[in-house]
């Protein structure tokens, strides 16, 4: 009897718990966040001239894309009106996925699953991007409203050398500097970018051609963080010795803000694709994209480009013709996730990876690849210590969110360059210009991307000469450095660095430490399923025993430029 | 591109690895990484086949005696407890679990003039207390499509508990002689049970939860008087989960 009392008591509270829960979130939060798609586009047209920013138009000619596909003709007003008529609020409409977003209760959602053009109603996950920052590694002092904090003279030698590395001499030299592209950048916020002298020449020639906070739905992303101020900087943030921060300063800018820090909005990865949307239809030639979501929402082995709604919009956004560059993400030394985030994971997307600027080898803290099922990430690595500006100063910041628009400054100079290369054929030339194709590993993926790749033209590649000689045994191959390969050569000054020519001019070589040798072992279908840096101190440098090798696998080796594989026959 | 080069500076090195693999050794090596076993999806994880992590809480005793002579103090009344969480995932949405705790358990009487239990005798401070170890399997049902976090859930569990020890201590003050107190413990009354089970549900998010337990068990053993009254069943509070 006592039991019985107890268990009406305890169903009681089975049956209020819920209950409770969903009145209580019926108070906090009245509807969920659905993500509707429609079936067609039937009957919708577009003026690619009056829709598109002329230098959109251009993009898409030199391209050669149609001035607009399907995918860019609006949604049909008929079917957006009826799902207006039966939630809460839409809070995005994409062309390009031919959807929307929108706030329902779960009646209402059935409700639009019955409506006609209807193809899909999903719940739409809550979770925010993060920043691929992780901390600084020194804070500025109260921001003055005039001039910045001086750097330290290592600080100082960084912020050259951060782009010194990347050929900024060269560009320079050749007049490329960005001029004549759009770059977008999607960040948390540009707080006092718009009064920081590093951007000051920025707004002297008009450069930032258009700002959208996608949160906030206005103008202004001048708040919600110094993320993006940071991010820009590396682009084209100027110290005042003239020195730049990034390749990009003659380029110009659209500025986004798609996500807020610190706090858990609704509407983070909708933001991303609007921006996209709004980025591809103001004429960015680059979208640098500095964030990237992890484990909130999936698995590593999820990271497949195809799963996160981002990754897809990437994907979609380099379909237009725009390279995407995207952060590799501050996951190396986390165990529990170590790869590349989303939209990072997405084949199409140009993923950077942090390098040491004293070793200039991968840093514990960025994301290794491969993306799942064994693909190939990052694709290239540049510094992830650099010099940026930020509210009242400068400082010294670790994370691959500032390798990441090192390198779309690179990309803004080389598409410069070649400013008639599909978005792809560029992509590909960037892979090709990584300092260890083609050799590549899952830390650092091709390399430091250098500048003497894109100087040498469209002639015949010149093959490197070999470097180290493999010599097999019965169960061993050793790896023997060539005598006039293991001479570490000294470096002159030239008589003015800013004239001497490029191609005498390695800048990477100059300024990089003595260069290690990179092995790895791959097993038949190309997984690298082990690779190693060794510091070069004896030619005898590397001994393998053949049973390690992967059944039909190869051994791989890279030094100095010279890349060999080894194989049992 | 396989090549197999062979030259002649390169056989002499040969003839020297032979004696050289302790060098080969001693190459520094500046970055390692393994991705054949670096790549394999791990089964530990907080959304993965198997989590453990340990976790504290506070459940307060909810509600009154089943009758008069068992007054007591609130939110005094209630249990601190710590342990360890073993969760198997089932399903995406689903999951099984074994907890295993320590639980101290308080009973604060308030003095009062309708006081019974365990005697009529007023004391400046008295309690009962049992020192638990707990164990609660459970069912898990969570929300939302999630990563590899803890997310959303709701937890239904029956639990079982054994009494390392029980006390009844009270405090008189003035103390007996010259003391200002006396402090009296009596271990182990023959009047509390040992051995305890119930239900509880659980509502968390990422790390933290409310708590719910209702005992089904009775506090007090056969040899204690029929007047005692059975003392609250409900315990509600809070946990949170270390990790």
Same mark, same amino acid.
């Given at each position: 009897m006592r039991f019985r009392k107890h268990l009406t008591l305890w169903l009681g509270l089975l049956a209020g718990l819920p209950a409770a829960a969903q009145s209580s979130a019926s108070i906090t939060a009245p509807a969920a966040r659905y993500w509707v798609t429609f079936r067609d586009k039937a009957g919708q047209m577009l003026q690619p001239a009056a829709y598109f920013d002329p230098a959109a138009q251009a993009r898409r000619r030199r391209q050669h894309l149609p001035a607009a596909d399907s995918t860019d003709f609006p949604v049909r007003p008929d079917y957006l009106a009826r799902v207006r008529a039966l939630t809460d609020s839409v809070t995005l409409v994409s062309r390009w996925f031919n959807a929307v977003a929108c706030r329902a209760t779960a009646a209402q959602a059935a409700r639009i699953? *019955?409506?006609?053009?209807?193809?899909?109603?999903? $719940? !739409?996950? =809550?979770?925010?991007?993060? %920043?691929?920052?992780?901390?600084?590694?020194?804070?500025?002092?109260?921001p003055p409203a005039g001039s910045p904090d001086p750097l330290s003279p290592d600080d100082l030698v960084l912020a050259r050398r951060q782009t010194a590395v990347l050929g900024a001499a060269g560009f320079r030299q050749a007049g490329q500097q960005g001029q004549g592209l759009r770059i977008a950048v999607f960040d948390v916020g540009f707080r006092a970018t718009n009064t920081h002298p590093a951007f000051a020449h920025l707004y002297r020639r008009?450069?930032?051609?258009?700002?959208?906070?996608?949160?906030?739905?206005?103008?202004?992303?001048?708040?919600?963080?110094?993320?993006?101020?940071?991010? *820009?900087?590396? *682009?084209? +943030?100027q110290l005042p010795d003239s020195t730049f921060l990034g390749l990009a300063p003659g380029a110009e800018f659209l500025l986004a803000r798609t996500e807020q820090q610190g706090s858990e909005l609704y509407a983070e990865e909708e933001a991303w694709l609007a921006a996209a949307e709004w980025a591809d239809r103001n004429g960015a030639d680059i979208i640098n994209s500095s964030l990237g979501y992890t484990d909130?929402?999936?698995?590593? #082995?999820?990271?497949?480009?195809?799963?996160?709604?981002?990754?897809?919009?990437?994907?979609?956004?380099?379909?237009?013709g725009m390279l995407v560059v995207n952060a590799a993400g501050n996951d190396g030394d986390d165990p529990t996730w170590r790869t590349v985030g989303t939209p990072a994971d997405a084949d199409s997307v140009l993923t950077v990876g942090g390098l040491d600027p004293d070793t200039f080898l991968h840093l514990p803290f960025s994301s290794y690849g491969p993306a799942a099922g064994g693909r190939l990430k990052p694709n290239l690595s540049a510094f992830g210590v650099?010099?940026?500006?930020?509210? +009242?100063?400068? =400082?010294?910041? =670790? +994370?691959?969110?500032?390798?990441?628009?090192?390198?779309?400054?690179?990309?803004?100079?080389? !598409? @410069?360059?070649?400013?008639? /290369? %599909?978005?792809?054929?560029?992509?590909?030339? *960037?892979?090709?210009? +990584? @300092?260890?194709?083609?050799?590549?590993?899952?830390a650092h993926g091709y390399g430091l991307p250098r500048v003497a790749a894109f100087s040498a033209g469209d002639g015949p590649a010149v093959l490197p000469n070999p470097t180290f000689d493999f010599v097999?045994?019965?169960?061993? $191959?050793?790896?023997?450095?060539?005598?006039?390969?293991? $001479?570490?050569?000294?470096?002159? /000054? %030239?008589?003015?660095?800013?004239? #001497?020519?490029?191609?005498?001019?390695?800048?990477?070589?100059?300024?990089?430490?003595?260069?290690?040798?990179? !092995?790895?072992l791959r097993d038949a279908s190309g997984f690298i399923t082990r690779y190693e840096v060794l510091e070069v101190s004896q030619r005898a440098i590397l001994r393998v025993p053949l049973q390690q090798l992967p059944a039909g696998g190869t051994l791989r080796v890279h030094f100095r430029g010279y890349t060999a594989s080894f194989s049992v026959l | 591109m396989n090549r197999l080069i062979f030259n002649w500076p390169p056989l002499l090195a040969l003839l020297l690895l032979t004696v050289?693999?302790?060098l080969a050794a001693a190459q520094r090596v500046l970055l390692r990484a393994?991705?054949?076993?670096?790549?394999?999806?791990?089964?530990?994880?907080? &959304?993965?086949?198997l989590y453990q992590h340990l976790y504290l809480g506070y459940t307060a005793v909810v509600g009154a005696a089943d009758g008069p002579g068992a007054p007591l103090r609130y939110p005094q009344s209630g249990e601190l407890f710590v342990g360890l969480r073993n969760k198997w995932r089932v399903t995406g949405a689903t999951a099984a679990g074994l907890d295993a705790r320590f639980a101290y358990l308080r009973y604060h009487l308030r003095q009062s003039s309708a006081k019974q239990v365990p005697t009529a005798?007023?004391?400046?401070?008295?309690?009962?207390?049992?020192?638990?170890?707990?164990?609660?399997?459970?069912?898990?049902?969570?929300?939302?499509?999630?990563? &590899?976090?803890?997310?959303?859930?709701?937890?239904?569990?029956?639990?079982?508990?054994?009494?390392?020890?029980? &006390?009844?201590?009270?405090?008189?003050?003035?103390?007996?002689?010259?003391?200002?107190?006396?402090l009296v413990r009596e271990v182990r009354p023959a009047y509390l049970r040992r051995w305890s089970w119930g239900l509880g549900t659980r509502l968390g998010a990422g790390r933290y939860a409310l708590v719910g337990r209702y005992r089904l068990a009775d506090t007090f053993s056969t040899q204690a008087p029929a007047i005692y009254p059975e003392l609250p069943r409900w315990l509600l509070g809070i946990e949170v989960g270390v990790f």
């Open positions: 699953r *019955l409506l006609p053009g209807v193809s899909s109603v999903e $719940v !739409w996950p =809550e979770r925010p991007m993060l %920043p691929a920052v992780i901390h600084r590694l020194q804070r500025p002092a109260a008009r450069a930032i051609a258009a700002t959208y906070d996608f949160l906030r739905r206005t103008p202004d992303v001048y708040r919600g963080g110094s993320h993006g101020t940071e991010v *820009l900087s590396c *682009l084209a +943030g909130r929402r999936y698995f590593p #082995e999820q990271m497949n480009g195809r799963t996160s709604l981002v990754a897809r919009a990437a994907a979609m956004a380099v379909r237009k650099a010099i940026t500006a930020v509210p +009242g100063g400068f =400082e010294r910041v =670790e +994370g691959t969110s500032f390798a990441s628009p090192l390198v779309a400054g690179f990309a803004a100079c080389a !598409w @410069q360059q070649q400013r008639d /290369l %599909p978005v792809m054929a560029l992509f590909a030339r *960037l892979q090709q210009a +990584g @300092q260890l194709y083609p050799y590549f590993d899952y097999a045994a019965d169960s061993a $191959v050793s790896v023997i450095i060539r005598p006039e390969a293991a $001479v570490v050569p000294a470096y002159s /000054l %030239p008589l003015q660095a800013a004239t #001497e020519p490029l191609a005498d001019t390695p800048t990477a070589e100059i300024a990089s430490p003595p260069a290690p040798l990179y !092995w790895q | 050289w693999p302790r393994d991705p054949a076993t670096d790549t394999i999806p791990r089964r530990y994880g907080p &959304n993965r086949a005798q007023p004391h400046y401070r008295e309690s009962l207390s049992l020192t638990q170890l707990q164990l609660e399997p459970f069912v898990r049902l969570s929300f939302g499509r999630r990563g &590899n976090v803890v997310g959303h859930y709701l937890d239904v569990s029956g639990w079982g508990s054994w009494a390392i020890s029980s &006390n009844h201590s009270y405090e008189d003050r003035p103390g007996q002689g010259q003391g200002t107190r006396t």
